[in-house]
């Protein structure tokens, strides 16, 4: 069978598209993918749920037809990208590292007090438009003490070798950290370090770091779980920030990013 025929056999009659996991059928056989299966299941009772093509029953659990499913997952049969307004096709062993820099996915806007779910495609319009925000070609340094008493540093965009990068500080359960993120999906930000120092040079008090720039997929709670458990950021307790505040109750943060 040609690949044509091939997928014209194997798509959802509902949506169309290949099914990229379970396949259900009713009890006259007719398939249906797991996400419009879910979709119908929510509209209604499972008692009078029908199948879309010839109102028959489904099983409760639904009979899942493991060969068709076995077919997919063994064919080179193209997927179609699973983001809404997406039309990329795609063999399966590609599509999902598509998926994850696709630009039509949705990212958490990376100012940590807002993190609205944003098309990718358009985090730039909502930067500007929503939180005004410049992007700067020099790091801002220099954090005032009025910060101490907040959760969240503001929006900073600072672009380096045409690639926007957005500092993060944020207060959480009593501690503050502060890591990198980039304007890009994972396997972008894999090719990427940061280091920071923070130093009161009253003192002679100072806190470094180097680890791992993060990609703008992440929201602020999850990477907090995530750093806490991998030591992947810089991790101040109110006391260290307390010994970096200088005479005018500010300190400074110097950072770069690298390959």
Same mark, same amino acid.
């Given at each position: ?8 056999? =194997?798509?959802? &009659? ?19 993918? +797991? ?14 749920? =029908? ?6 029953? $489904? ?9 068709? !499913? ?6 080179? %049969?193209? =997927? ?8 990329? !096709? ?12 696709? +630009?039509?996915?949705?990212? &958490? ?8 779910? #944003?098309?990718?495609?358009? *985090? /730039?319009?909502? #930067?500007?438009? %929503? ?7 020099? &790091? ?7 910060? *101490? ?5 503001? =929006? $900073?965009?600072? +672009? ?26 994972? #396997? ?7 280091? %920071? ?20 997929? *992440? ?9 806490? !458990? ?11 920030? +307390? ?9 400074? #943060? !110097?950072?770069?990013?690298? /390959?």
């Amino acid at each position: 069978m040609d690949a044509s025929k091939l997928k014209t056999y =194997l798509k959802c &009659p509902v949506c169309l598209d290949i099914p990229r996991s379970k396949i259900f059928v009713c009890s006259n056989g007719h398939k249906i993918c +797991e996400s419009c299966y879910d979709k119908i299941r929510t509209t209604v009772n499972m008692n009078a749920m =029908l199948c879309p093509r010839g109102r028959c029953k $489904y099983d409760n659990p639904p009979r899942r037809n493991r060969d068709l !499913e076995y077919i997919v997952e063994n064919s080179d %049969v193209k =997927l179609r990208c699973s983001k809404p307004q997406c039309q990329v !096709e795609m063999a399966k062993d590609i599509l999902l590292k598509h998926e994850d820099e696709c +630009e039509f996915r949705t990212v &958490p806007c990376p100012h940590t007090a807002c993190e609205k779910e #944003i098309v990718y495609k358009q *985090l /730039k319009d909502h #930067i500007k438009r %929503v939180h005004n925000c410049r992007v700067r070609e020099r &790091p801002q340094n220099k954090i005032m003490n009025s910060l *101490l008493h907040n959760c969240d540093w503001k =929006l $900073y965009v600072w +672009e380096q070798c045409k690639v926007q990068f957005f500092p993060q500080i944020v207060k959480r359960n009593g501690d503050w950290y502060f890591w990198v993120k980039i304007k890009e999906g994972p #396997i972008v930000a894999s090719q990427w370090k940061f280091s %920071v120092k923070m130093e009161n040079k009253d003192t002679g008090y100072r806190m470094e770091f180097s680890g791992s720039v993060h990609p703008v997929d *992440l929201k602020v709670d999850l990477q907090v779980d995530l750093q806490m !458990e991998t030591g992947d950021c810089l991790r101040m307790s109110s006391l260290n920030v +307390e010994k970096l505040l200088d005479v005018n109750e500010c300190f400074k #943060i !110097e950072f770069k990013v690298f /390959k």
